[in-house]
């Protein structure tokens, strides 16, 4: 007889997620009950018009926003009992986060700006690491240039590598390809797909582009700080 072999836990196990910014009068409820299960490996879009929660539900799966209620593990880990330090130390090495504005250190070089969260994160071979993940993203001849040297197309591609180089497990994208030309936009998009086979993590890439979102194996959209549609992969 052969025994079954179990499922690996998901990457991502929400239950009744809620948070509310602000206080007093000031106070909004921007999640209102978010149950979602995200299996290891799926690749899902997450879909909503502007102010839907899309961003809001990303900093809190991701780790960087707490929510204000509700249960969260994320690979593995209890979000929902970690304070903000705890938090950060979940986040570091095990969840890549790639944004819009592509927030690189000015100051810093290509290289540095891969290199020095790895060095942070105390993983070995930082530099060589940080090297060859910039050529992966066909950044090798730009090593030593400032991201005000770089196109905003090469910038996104160094926010890629920053975000993948240590080998996260999930990677979250917010509309990785909103400040880029359709044509830059579409090589970023392939590029993330390309890596994201490669390593096989778990992608919760939000965007607005529908065309995207039919390349993902499942569509969650939003409508607000709600699931109002869950294509279920
Ligand atoms: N710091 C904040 N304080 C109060 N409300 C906020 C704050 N940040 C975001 N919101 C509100 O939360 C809602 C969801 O925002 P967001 O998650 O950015 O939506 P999306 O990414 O779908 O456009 C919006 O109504 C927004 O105004
Ligand atoms: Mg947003």
Do not use: W
């Amino acid at each position: 007889m052969t025994s079954p072999v179990p499922a690996p836990a998901p990457a991502i196990v929400a239950r009744g997620l809620r948070l509310t910014l602000g206080s007093g009068d000031g106070a909004v409820d921007v999640l209102k009950g978010i149950d979602l299960i995200v299996p290891q490996g799926q690749v899902l879009a997450l879909l909503g018009p502007s102010g839907s929660g899309k961003s809001s539900l990303m900093a809190v799966l991701s780790g960087l926003e707490r929510a204000s209620s509700g249960g969260l593990s994320v690979g593995g880990a209890d979000f929902a009992a970690l304070g903000e330090d705890g938090l950060a130390r979940a986040r570091r090495g095990r969840i890549g986060i790639v944004l819009q504005a592509f927030h690189l250190l000015p100051t810093m070089t290509a290289q540095e700006n891969v290199q020095t969260p790895l060095e942070l994160a105390g993983i070995a071979g930082a530099a060589a690491r940080a090297t060859s993940e910039l050529e992966a993203v066909g950044l090798g001849h730009r090593l030593s240039h400032y991201p005000a040297q770089l196109s905003g197309g090469e910038q996104q591609r160094v926010a890629i590598a920053r975000a993948l180089a240590p080998s996260p497990a999930i990677v979250f994208a917010d509309e990785p390809t909103g400040n880029l030309d359709a044509a830059t936009g579409a090589s970023i998009v392939d590029l993330i797909f390309a890596r994201r086979a490669e390593t096989g993590a778990t992608l919760v890439i939000i965007t607005h582009d529908a065309a995207l979102a039919a390349r993902c194996e499942r569509v969650v959209t939003l409508a607000d700080g709600r699931i109002a549609e869950d294509n279920g992969g």
